[in-house]
T-cell receptor, first 114, second 113 residues
Framework: EAQVTQNPRYLITVTGKKLTVTCSQN?????MSWYRQDPGLGLRQIYY???????DKGDVPEGYKVSRKEKRNFPLILESPSPNQTSLYFC?????????????FGDGTRLSIL | DAKTTQPPSMDCAEGRAANLPCNHS???????VYWYRQIHSQGPQYIIH???NNETNEMASLIITEDRKSSTLILPHATLRDTAVYYC??????????????FGSGTQLTVLP
């Protein structure tokens, strides 16, 4: 089954404790992206990757890192999490970067930073 | 990307067609109309997209007006599981673009038993 898998689905942690949210897709997609969703603000893009070893900042990259060493994986790293990073996070992928390519989303990761 | 306007909420009786409108009066010639939905904090789900012709797939139909300034998503036989927030998005179709999807407020569709 074609899917985007995120782990963990839920995480409660404390300020400053490094964490990684993994994202994996099994569709051989070139493009992957991370969004965060907050009430009243919609989905905002954090980082995206157009292919292996190619990453770039989205609209809200501060406090986050990503890497794309393999095509299927695109982990989101919070080196020193803070409470303002408490949010619902989604990973997405698509075959390419053109506007005709629909994006496939994971089921989300709900992070709470205390 | 062109801005879209959708009603904030709609109700539909189970088994009836749900018609969700979207205005995109500033759409340009190379922008596609996309529809996604999000069921209660799950990941957004792609439904359908089109440029200027009407489109149909197993989930829905998309009707785009001739001037492309508005469109309607039709769920032909709505079920309770179709209750979700529906997002209409317009996006440039050219390749090489890494533009994100811009989700507005969407329409909360509630299917009533």
């Amino acid at each position: 089954e074609a899917q985007v898998t995120q782990n963990p689905r839920y995480l409660i942690t404390v300020t400053g404790k490094k964490l990684t949210v993994t994202c994996s897709q099994n569709m051989n997609h070139e493009y992957m992206s991370w969004y965060r969703q907050d009430p009243g603000l919609g989905l905002r893009q954090i980082y995206y990757s157009m292919n292996v070893e190619v990453t770039d900042k989205g609209d809200v990259p501060e406090g986050y890192k990503v890497s794309r060493k393999e095509k299927r994986n695109f982990p989101l790293i919070l080196e020193s999490p803070s409470p303002n990073q408490t949010s619902l996070y989604f990973c997405a992928s698509s075959p390419g970067t053109g506007g005709r390519q629909p994006q496939h989303f994971g089921d989300g990761t709900r992070l709470s930073i205390l | 990307d062109a801005k879209t306007t959708q009603p904030p909420s709609m109700d539909c009786a189970e088994g009836r067609a749900a018609n969700l409108p979207c205005n995109h009066s500033t759409i340009s010639g190379n922008e596609y109309v996309y529809w996604y939905r999000q069921i209660h904090s799950q990941g957004p789900q792609y439904i359908i997209h089109g440029l200027k012709n009407n489109e149909t797939n197993e989930m829905a139909s998309l009707i785009i007006t001739e001037d492309r300034k508005s469109s309607t998503l039709i769920l032909p036989h709505a079920t309770l599981r179709d209750t979700a927030v529906y997002y209409c998005i317009v996006r440039v179709g050219s390749s090489g673009s890494a533009r994100q999807l811009t989700f507005g407020s969407g329409t909360q569709l509630t299917v009533l038993p």
